[in-house]
């Protein structure tokens, strides 16, 4: 079974609309991460969390909001839909006792299209 | 702003070593050179970091320059499996500074 696991794995929707991203992690970390990829681009970071009480913004958090739930859940919700929302999403997660620089563990991406 | 310098493709023979270049000319002392990559289709992976020293992991070796200014990963036999967009990326610690650039593409031809 996968240790990061994302839902749903694609969407299509119309821009304005309220969509909720999942993502869910067995590993037992307390580090989660949302990143955005945008056709022949790196990934880009739109929100971190590094336990259930701390959320923070990363480089690209506008039109963007998440949730974790609990140390394992880390939602990532777009209020509002526009069509330059259209990219692959991908969750990752670290652990901060890897003390040789936390490694980040991905999932397997949400790819996301907004009309 | 990634501040590292990959080249934008390279291509290699199934079974031969490959060697990806990456360049941190502004690397301070405290940052770590990190190595993931990128199967189609898939989430990031990570392959091996270092800091100083020269590193070996099961993947891949990490050559780093003795001036730290640059680094160089090394596939010791590249596999068809091992077609993908490499990442060097450098931190200044806490895994949230790990900014991905473009990458570069890696072709493995048969």
């Known amino acids: 079974d996968a240790d990061v696991t994302q839902t749903p794995r694609n969407r299509i929707t119309k821009t304005g609309k309220r969509i909720m991203l999942e993502c869910s992690q067995t590993?037992?970390?307390?580090?989660m991460y949302w990143y955005r990829q945008d056709p022949g681009l790196g990934l880009r970071l739109i929100y971190y969390?590094?336990?259930?009480?701390?959320?923070n913004k990363g480089e690209i958090s506008d039109g963007y909001s998440v949730s974790r739930q609990a140390q394992a859940k880390f939602s990532l919700s777009l209020e509002s839909a526009i069509p330059n929302q259209t990219a692959l999403y991908f969750c990752?997660?670290?652990?901060?006792?890897?003390?040789?620089?936390?490694?980040?563990?991905f999932g397997p991406g949400t790819r996301l299209l907004v009309l | 702003d990634a501040k590292t310098t990959q080249p934008n493709s390279m291509e290699s023979n199934e079974e031969e070593p490959v060697h990806l270049p990456c360049n941190h000319s502004?690397?301070?002392?405290?940052?770590?050179i990190h190595w993931y990559r990128q199967l189609p289709s898939q989430g990031p992976e990570y392959v091996i970091h270092?800091?100083?020293s020269n590193v070996n992991n099961r993947m891949a070796s990490l050559a780093i320059a003795e001036d730290r200014k640059s680094s160089t990963l090394i596939l010791h036999r590249a596999t068809l499996r091992d077609a993908a967009v490499y990442y060097c990326?450098?931190?200044?610690?806490?895994?949230?500074?790990?900014?991905f650039g473009k990458g570069m593409k890696l072709t493995v031809n048969p």
């Open positions: 990752a997660t670290s652990d901060h006792r890897d003390t040789t620089q936390e490694t980040q563990y």
């Open positions: 590993k037992g970390h307390d580090r």
């Open positions: 969390s590094f336990d259930v009480k701390d959320i």
């Open positions: 502004t690397i301070s002392g405290t940052d770590y």
């Open positions: 270092g800091l100083t």
């Open positions: 990326i450098r931190s200044q610690g806490g895994s949230e500074k790990l900014v």
